[in-house]
C-alpha cells in the first residue's frame, strides 16, 4: 500500500469515526491521513469538520485553507469556509467564499442559501431576496429558501409580500415551525391577531419549547386585550428564560396595564432599564441620561439596517419649499390632533406630501389629508429603500416622521436619509437618539434648554404650545351623569387616560383626594377587566369604598367629547401626562390639574394647560397637586371662575391651528435655509 492509498485509507477510517460521533480520533485519522500523503485535499476537508465539531474554529479554518491550496476551486470546501466565517460573524468573508463557491458551481442551493443568510445579518436585505429568488428558481421546492425569503421581504416593511412565501415553505413542509411563526408575525403587523394566533400555536405545537413563538402567543393575546392569557404565555416563557429582558418588559407593562402595583414593583426591580424599548422606557424612568442611552442604542440597531444601501443626494432646488409627512394617517390620538395641519399650509411658499404606509381603508382622516395635502402617496406597498427612494426622487426637502418609536413605524426610512432635512414629532414623546434627525418640534416648558444635550436633536420651539390643536367637530349629545352611573349630587373627579397611566403613587393620591371629598367620586377609564378588579381592591386597602371608582366605558368619539364636560375636576396622571386626552378635556371646559415632571412625558400636560391658560392648576410637588384639588372641589365659586375662564381662551393660540402652522412654517423656512445644498 503506498502513501495515497495509506492515506485514502485514513480518511476512510476517520469518516466512520465522525458518523459515530468520536470526533477526537476521527481529527487523528485525518492528521494521519495529511501526513501520509499531504496533497489529499479530502483529509484537509474532514479534518475541518472534526476541528469544528470539537469547537476549534481557528484550527478549522487552518484546515480548510490548507484543503483549498490544494483544490481551490473545490466550491463544497470553499462552502464550508464561508460557513465557519458565518459562524463567527466574519460576514464580509462569509460572504466571499460564498460567491467563490456559488461562481464555480452557479447551482449550488447551500452556499447560495447561506449567502442569502450573511446578507439578512449584514441587514441587506434587498442581495439577500435576489439570492433567495435564485435558490428558488433552481430549487423551487427548497421550504428554508421560502421562509428565509419572507423575512427578507418582511424585513423591508412589506409583511403583507412576505405571507406568501412563509405559505409556500409551510405547503411544502408543514411541520416546519419557523414557517408558522414566520407567518404569525407578518400577520401580526398586518393586525391580523386572530389569525396570527394560530399560527404561533401550531409552531409550538411543533416545538413546545419554542421560546420566540411562545413570547409571540403572549404579545398577540395582548393585543387582543386578553391580558390574562397574555400573562399567561409570558410567565411560561419566563420558565424557559427567566432573565429575558423583551420577556420581563412586556411582562411589568401588562402589570401596569393592569394596574397590579405589586408585580409592577417586582418586575421594575427585575429589569434593568437598559433593556427595555424607548418608550417603555422613560414610562418608567424620568432619567433623561437613560432615556438618551436607550434611544441611541435602538437607533443604532436601525442605522446598521442601512449601512450596505446606497446614499442619497439632494442637490435640487425647488421652487417651493416641499414638505413631507411620514405617517399611516390612521392613528385616532395623534390623527384628532394634526386633521387641521395640513389644510393651513401657505400653498405660495410649500408644496405638501403625505407619504403613507397605512390601510387604504384608513377612514376619516386619511381621506381628509388626502384632500388637504398636494400629494398624497400611498407607501403602503413600497419596502423601506423604495419608499426612501421614492421621497428622494420627490426632491423632498423636510421630511417630518409623525411616528416616531411608536407601533407600526417605519424608522428605517428615516435612517436612509431620504430628505436634507429631518424632523421629528409628536408621535413620540422624547428624544430618538438618532442621528438621522435633525430636529424635534418642541416648545421651552415641554424641554426647556437645560435638557438640550440630553437629545439627539436639536430643538424647534414653537412660541407657545408643541401640540397642535385641531379643534374636534362632533356632533354633541345629550347626556347625563346617570347615563355613566356618576351621582347626581357630589363633585366628580375624572382620569380618563388608559389605566397604564396610573402608576400606584398617583392612585393612593388619588385616593387622599377623594377621601377628603365628602360624596366625591373618581371616573376612570375601564381599560380592561383586570385594571378595574385591581383599582377596586386597591380602593379597599387605602380604606376607600370601591363604589367611589367608576369606569367609563369605551364609546365613540362624538359621545365620548359630549360626556367629558360631566366631570368637575380632571386629574392628569403625571408621571406619564396625558396628551391627546388632557387637550380634548380642556377643549370641553374642564380644568386639568398636573404635576410638572422631568422628562418630556412627565411634562406633556404642563404645557398644555401652561397655554390653555391655566397655570394655577400646575403643581410643582405631589402635596401642592393633592392639596389644590380638593380646595377646587370644596370651593365651587373658585371652581366655576376657572371653568369660565378656560371656556374664555378656547379660542386662543393654545386652540388655533392656524396659528401653529404659520409658527412652525418660520421654522421650516428658516431649517431649509441653514440646510446644506449638497450631500
Request: glycine share 6%; with cysteine.
Amino acid at each position: 500500500m503506498n502513501n495515497s492509498e495509506l492515506s485514502d485509507q485514513f480518511v476512510r477510517e476517520g469518516v466512520v469515526y465522525l458518523n459515530n460521533k468520536d470526533f477526537t480520533t476521527a481529527r487523528q485519522k485525518f492528521k494521519d491521513a495529511a501526513s501520509a500523503h499531504p496533497g489529499n485535499v479530502d483529509a484537509f476537508y474532514n479534518l475541518g469538520a472534526a476541528e469544528l465539531y470539537l469547537g476549534n474554529t481557528l484550527a478549522a479554518i487552518k484546515a480548510y485553507q490548507d484543503a483549498l491550496k490544494i483544490a481551490p476551486t473545490d466550491y463544497e470546501v470553499l462552502y464550508n469556509l464561508g460557513t465557519v466565517y458565518l459562524g463567527t460573524g466574519e460576514l464580509e468573508n462569509a460572504i466571499t467564499y460564498f460567491k467563490k463557491s456559488v461562481e464555480i458551481n452557479p447551482y449550488y442551493v447551500n452556499a447560495l442559501n447561506n449567502l442569502g443568510v450573511a446578507y439578512q445579518y449584514l441587514n441587506d436585505f434587498e442581495s439577500s431576496t435576489k439570492t433567495y429568488e435564485e435558490v428558488i428558481r433552481i430549487k423551487d421546492d427548497d421550504f428554508i429558501a421560502y421562509n428565509n425569503l419572507g423575512v427578507s421581504i418582511s424585513k423591508q416593511g412589506l409583511p403583507a409580500r412576505s405571507v406568501l412565501y412563509f405559505q409556500k415553505a409551510i405547503d411544502i413542509n408543514s411541520n416546519y415551525e419557523d414557517a408558522y411563526n414566520n407567518l404569525g408575525n407578518a400577520l401580526q403587523q398586518l393586525g391580523s391577531y386572530k389569525e396570527a394566533l394560530e399560527f404561533y400555536k401550531r409552531a409550538l405545537e411543533i416545538k413546545p419549547d419554542y421560546l420566540e413563538a411562545l413570547i409571540n402567543i403572549a404579545s398577540d393575546y395582548q393585543e387582543l386585550g386578553d391580558l390574562g392569557n397574555s400573562v399567561t404565555n409570558y410567565e411560561k416563557a419566563l420558565e424557559i428564560d427567566p432573565n429575558n429582558p423583551q420577556t420581563l418588559s412586556h411582562l411589568l407593562h401588562i402589570y401596569q396595564q393592569i394596574c397590579d402595583f405589586s408585580k409592577v414593583n417586582e418586575y421594575k426591580t427585575r429589569l434593568k432599564t437598559k433593556n427595555l424599548d424607548p418608550l417603555i422606557n422613560i414610562m418608567y424612568s424620568d432619567n433623561l441620561e437613560d432615556n438618551l442611552e436607550v434611544a441611541k442604542a435602538w437607533s443604532a440597531d436601525v442605522v446598521a439596517k442601512t449601512r450596505a444601501l446606497e446614499k442619497f443626494k439632494y442637490n435640487w432646488k425647488n421652487k417651493k419649499i416641499k414638505i413631507g409627512y411620514l405617517n399611516n394617517f390612521q392613528d385616532k390620538p395623534v390623527g384628532y390632533l394634526i386633521k387641521d395641519l395640513f389644510k393651513n399650509h401657505n400653498r405660495k411658499k410649500f408644496e405638501i406630501y403625505a407619504f403613507s404606509y397605512g390601510s387604504a381603508a384608513g377612514g376619516d382622516l386619511r381621506e381628509q389629508v388626502a384632500k388637504d395635502v398636494d400629494h398624497f402617496i400611498d407607501i403602503a406597498n413600497l419596502n423601506n429603500q423604495e419608499t426612501a427612494r421614492l421621497i428622494n426622487d420627490k426632491q423632498i426637502d423636510i421630511l417630518i416622521d409623525l411616528k416616531g418609536y411608536t407601533k407600526g413605524q417605519r424608522m428605517e426610512v428615516m435612517a436612509r436619509r431620504p430628505a436634507r432635512v429631518q424632523v421629528t414629532y409628536l408621535g413620540f414623546p422624547g428624544t430618538t437618539g438618532a442621528g438621522f434627525f435633525d430636529y424635534i418640534i418642541t416648545d421651552k416648558i415641554l424641554t426647556p434648554p437645560v435638557m438640550a444635550k440630553f437629545f439627539s436633536e436639536k430643538f424647534l420651539y414653537m412660541p407657545g404650545c408643541y401640540q397642535i390643536y385641531s379643534a374636534p367637530h362632533y356632533q354633541k349629545l345629550k347626556v347625563s351623569r346617570a347615563d355613566y352611573n356618576l351621582p347626581r349630587k357630589g363633585v366628580i373627579f375624572s382620569s380618563l387616560n388608559q389605566t397604564v397611566k396610573i402608576d400606584e403613587e398617583l392612585f393612593k393620591s388619588f385616593m387622599r383626594i377623594i377621601k377628603a371629598v365628602p360624596g366625591s367620586v373618581l371616573w376612570l377609564h375601564g381599560s380592561n377587566a383586570l385594571a378595574i378588579q385591581n383599582l377596586r381592591a386597591s380602593a379597599v386597602t387605602e380604606n376607600i369604598d370601591p363604589d367611589r371608582l367608576i369606569f367609563a366605558d369605551s364609546v365613540g368619539f362624538d359621545e365620548h367629547l359630549s360626556r367629558i364636560p360631566l366631570a368637575d375636576i380632571a386629574l392628569d396622571p403625571y408621571a406619564y401626562s396625558g396628551g391627546a386626552t388632557t387637550a380634548h378635556t380642556l377643549w370641553c371646559g374642564v380644568p386639568v390639574l398636573t404635576k410638572t415632571g422631568k422628562h418630556y412625558l412627565s411634562r406633556m400636560s404642563t404645557s398644555l394647560v401652561t397655554n390653555a391658560g391655566l397655570k394655577e392648576c400646575i403643581c410643582k410637588t405631589k402635596k401642592e397637586y393633592e392639596e389644590i384639588a380638593i380646595e377646587l372641589a370644596i370651593n365651587p365659586v373658585k371652581l366655576k371662575r376657572l371653568k369660565s375662564k378656560l371656556i374664555n381662551n378656547r379660542y386662543k393660540p393654545m386652540f388655533n391651528p392656524g396659528k401653529f402652522v404659520k409658527d412652525l412654517e418660520k421654522h421650516l423656512e428658516t431649517i431649509h435655509e441653514l440646510a446644506p445644498r449638497h450631500a
